[in-house]
T-cell receptor
């Protein structure tokens, strides 16, 4: 049973464009939703996270949009740069102290 | 402040062998969680150690076991290796069992042949 479904599997975006990655979750007890960025040969690094008391959170060029009723959340990368090329994972947990459940990842390529 | 260090970075083992992977947690963290990341997949939770005791386990067989030491470093042991155990093994340290403060290491790439 996959508790967090992520799409698309891969994404190619022009430099300066907007990258959008979507996730849907099943467990309504989840209340912590982070996004991780992973470069080849490295472990995942926390990019941005949201809790369900807000519908949007922005940090620099990265924005999480959260729709509690639809059980969906998404990552928007504005002004995408070649350095953003990496694999992105959404995840979820309960109260931030249960193990993270990860999506399968999205491989983002930003081309000049 | 030091990050999470894992060793070795790469390892090749034969089916049926045993392997030990090591993780040094970030300074100030007392919890270590281990994840398995198969190629092209997201990380999957194996187990967590808090104050030297197992504090939760994912859907992995008993041949996956671990230890946490007084300095909060940790080991992951896998017995009777199978081909499907080939994966990137990630260690994440955090404070007080939290998953909202994870710092991941770069992982150990295990190949079973």
């Amino acid at each position: 049973q996959q508790q967090v479904k992520q799409s698309p599997q891969s994404l190619i975006v022009q430099k300066g464009g907007i990258s959008i990655i979507n996730c849907a979750y099943e467990n309504t007890a989840f209340d912590y939703f982070p996004w991780y960025q992973q470069f080849p040969g490295k472990g995942p690094a926390l990019l941005i996270a949201i809790r369900p008391d807000v519908s949007e959170k922005k940090e620099g060029r990265f924005t999480i949009s959260f729709n509690k009723s639809a059980k969906q959340f998404s990552l928007h990368i504005m002004d995408s740069q070649p350095g953003d090329s990496a694999t992105y994972f959404c995840a979820a947990s309960r109260e931030g102290n249960t193990p993270l459940v990860f999506g399968k990842g999205t491989r983002l390529s930003v081309i000049a | 402040e030091t990050g999470v260090t894992q060793s070795p970075t790469h390892l090749i083992k034969t089916r049926g062998q045993q392997v030990t992977l090591r993780c040094s947690s970030q300074s100030g963290h007392n919890t270590v969680s281990w994840y398995q990341q198969a190629l092209g997949q997201g990380p999957q939770f194996i187990f967590q150690y808090y104050r030297e005791e197992e504090n939760g386990r994912g859907n992995f067989p008993p041949r996956f076991s671990g230890l946490q030491f007084p300095n909060y470093s940790s080991e992951l042991n896998v017995n009777a290796l199978e081909l499907d155990d080939s994966a990137l093994y990630l260690c994440a340290s955090s404070w007080d069992r939290g998953s909202d403060g994870y710092t991941f290491g770069s992982g150990t790439r295990l190949t079973v042949v």
